[in-house]
Each structure stands twice: as structure tokens, then as C-alpha cells.
């Protein structure tokens, strides 16, 4: 039996396929296309921590003892590659982690809302239809789509479905999608083509909603350098907190759009990844044999909170950091005080295992011993116009 990670080159995947080598004898089957690297160089940007080419990190999965672990070059675009690697492999699970991930990116022209469209919904449907034409109706697919798809309602986030009622009748529904980016699009249709391939096909579903992520490794990324996973700090490519943190050690001042008080949710690197994990080494008996999905969210914190933890992590450390407020580019609420559940996923990884200071803490350390190469790249800490 093997366990399929998907984008197993990336940010999440690439320590999600260790972590779960680690805990199995089963072969673990990562596959990517390398298409994170090339996107990142496109805006102009690095990943701050050099990541290894892909034959020097599964050489070293193998020095580390995880010789189960085996990567796996292609374009899950590409229907025929992927009916072939189903058919050969046969996976038990597949942890589906592959997608052009940055709404900024996608927001750039219409040339990039079609390749982030075309790309993550095509992966996922060939995934889909895969399973079901070569009869792998048992496999357990686990997807990391995004809390993005909620938007930011007025009412508290349920995990899953909302209750609608019309007329005196009450029925549970599938979340609107309310996603404010082509990217966020993605997201809310790949949950609604989860939804529906396990209604017709049968295949157990995780649909993982996954908050913003911050951390800059796991523990078994540290094990050695050629492990490392991509820290990414520019406008397109890296989340606000690690834009920030990289504003910190860059000393420039901390951009806040507007009053910053609206709540965004929330997860470590550790907990997304554990949380994966969990779902991918499930024995049969335990996995949803129906759809399920997961908040994978630890809390929500506001764009001001965050601005302000990591100017006092920066000032621990001998930096000088300043919080400015810039006129807000986005339409929204600048108050929103999101509230979301996530029971769901609190019952599967139990306590978390980092909180968000010192998640804050441990990038702006790596970021700091990089420094050279985030002050070389300090444009990129704020939007362009791309051809």
C-alpha cells in the first residue's frame, strides 16, 4: 500500500511527506512538478531559506531513514500522468496539497487567473476521476483547500455546512462560496467537486480548510539542511506574517493597510502539518466514510496583532521596528471580527504544538540569518504591476 502527497515540493507538502514517512513502513509517493519554484522567480523573488534541488532532498529523506520516501516529477494537469500514477501506485490516501497557492498572484492579469484556475481545478478533478476510473473508490482523499473560501460573514464560520431556512423549512447546506479571489475561487469550487465525486463515486473526502500558515520549519526539516522547507517573504508568494517578519529584519517599516483590526485565521507550519498526517496514516476503520471537513485553523488574530507581535519579537532581538498604517488598496472591513469553528480539528491534533509568538519568533530568526537576501528583495515586499 502506498500514501500519495501531492505538491510534495511545496511549503506544507514537502514536510507533510516526511512527517508521514516517518510514522509508516508504507511507500510515500511524493509528486510535483516543481512549478512553486518557477512562479516564485517569475515576481522577481526567493525563498529566503535555499531549498535543495529535489535529488538532494530525497537523498537526504534517505540519509535521515525515510528510504519509503520517493518523489516523483509531474504535471497533475496532465489526465493520462495522473491515471498512470494511480493506476502504478494504487494509494490508500492521497494528501492533495498541490495548487498555485497566492491570491495575489492570481489577481495579477487575466493570464494568471486562467493558469491558477485551469492549473488547481484540473489537478483536482483529474485526481478525482482517476480514482474513480481505475477503481480506487476506497481512497481516501485529504485536500488542503482554505478558510479562505468563507469570505468574511457577518455570523460565526461553521465547520462545514450552515443551516438555511425558507418558509419554515430548515436543511443543512454546503457553505456558500464567498472567496474574494480567483485564487480563493479555486478553492470553493474544488470543495464543492470534493463534495460531489464523494456523493457519485463514494470516495472518503477530507476537505482540510487551511488558515493562513506561518512557521519556517518542523522538526524533521531541521534535521538537515537539505531538508529545509521554502520560506517565501514577498507580496505574492509570502503570507502577511512572514511579510512582515521580513519587514522587521529588513528595517522597513511594517505595513498595515488601514486600521488592521479585521481577524485572519491562523495555523502553524507543525500543526497543519500534524494535523495531515493524522488524516493520511487513518486505518480504514477510521476514516469518514463520508465527506468531512476541517477548519484547520488554531485561532483567528487581526493584521494589527500581528504587525505588533512581531515588532516586540524584533525588539527582543536588538531590531528597530516600526508598525506604519498605509491606505487600505483592498475593499473590506477593516473591523471584522471573525469567529470560527474548529472542534473538528481540535479532537484530531489536540493541543497545538506552537503558538503564534513563537511561530513569530522562530521566522524572524530565520529570516534574520538571511537578511542579505531579504534587504536584496525589499522591493518585492510590496505589489507591482507584472506584465
Request: include cysteine; aromatic fraction near 6%; hydrophobic fraction near 40%.
Amino acid at each position: 500500500m502506498t500514501i500519495l502527497v501531492t505538491g510534495a515540493d511545496g511549503y506544507v507538502g514537502w514536510p507533510t511527506a516526511l512527517r508521514v514517512a516517518d510514522r509508516t513502513d508504507e511507500r510515500v509517493i511524493g509528486v510535483d512538478n516543481l512549478a512553486r519554484r518557477r512562479w516564485v522567480e517569475t515576481v522577481g523573488s526567493v525563498s529566503a531559506v535555499p531549498i535543495a534541488p529535489i535529488e538532494e532532498r530525497s537523498a537526504a529523506a534517505a540519509d535521515t531513514g525515510r528510504d519509503n520516501l520517493s518523489m516523483i516529477d509531474g504535471d497533475l494537469v496532465d489526465r493520462d500522468f495522473v491515471a498512470e500514477l494511480l493506476a502504478i501506485h494504487e494509494p490508500r490516501a492521497i494528501v492533495h496539497a498541490a495548487a498555485q497557492p497566492s491570491a495575489p498572484y492570481s489577481q495579477i492579469n487575466g493570464e494568471r487567473a486562467n493558469d491558477t484556475q485551469h492549473n488547481n481545478l484540473q489537478t483536482t478533478r483529474n485526481l478525482l476521476f482517476g480514482l474513480q476510473e481505475v477503481g480506487l473508490g476506497e481512497t481516501h482523499v485529504i485536500e488542503t483547500t482554505t478558510t479562505g473560501v468563507y469570505g468574511a460573514p457577518e455570523f460565526p464560520i461553521p465547520e462545514g455546512g450552515a443551516v438555511m431556512e425558507h418558509e419554515g423549512e430548515r436543511e443543512e447546506v454546503p457553505f456558500p462560496a464567498m472567496a474574494g479571489s480567483w485564487y480563493h475561487l479555486t478553492k470553493s469550487h474544488d470543495a464543492a467537486n470534493l463534495r460531489l465525486a464523494n456523493e457519485q463515486f463514494g470516495l472518503p473526502v477530507s476537505d482540510v480548510r487551511t488558515a493562513i500558515v506561518y512557521g519556517s520549519s518542523t522538526a524533521e526539516t531541521r534535521e538537515d539542511d537539505r531538508l529545509a522547507t521554502r520560506l517565501d517573504f514577498d507580496y505574492y508568494f509570502g503570507t502577511v506574517a512572514h511579510r512582515f517578519c521580513a519587514q522587521a529584519v529588513a528595517g522597513y517599516p511594517v505595513t498595515v493597510y488601514g486600521r488592521g483590526e479585521q481577524r485572519k485565521p491562523f495555523v502553524s507550519l507543525e500543526d497543519a502539518v500534524e494535523g495531515l498526517a493524522r488524516l493520511a496514516l487513518g486505518d480504514s476503520e477510521k476514516r469518514p466514510a463520508a465527506h468531512t471537513v476541517y477548519n484547520q485553523v488554531t485561532r483567528p488574530i487581526s493584521i494589527v496583532e500581528v504587525a505588533e507581535t512581531i515588532a516586540s519579537v524584533g525588539e527582543d532581538r536588538g531590531l528597530e521596528v516600526a508598525v506604519e498604517h498605509f491606505e487600505n488598496p483592498r475593499e473590506e472591513d477593516e473591523t471584522h471580527r471573525m469567529e470560527i469553528a474548529n472542534d473538528r480539528y481540535a479532537d484530531l491534533i489536540g493541543e497545538g504544538r506552537m503558538d503564534f509568538e513563537e511561530g513569530m519568533a522562530e521566522v524572524v530568526d530565520a529570516l534574520h540569518e538571511r537578511r542579505g537576501t531579504i534587504s536584496a528583495h525589499e522591493d518585492r515586499f510590496l505589489p507591482d504591476v507584472l506584465e
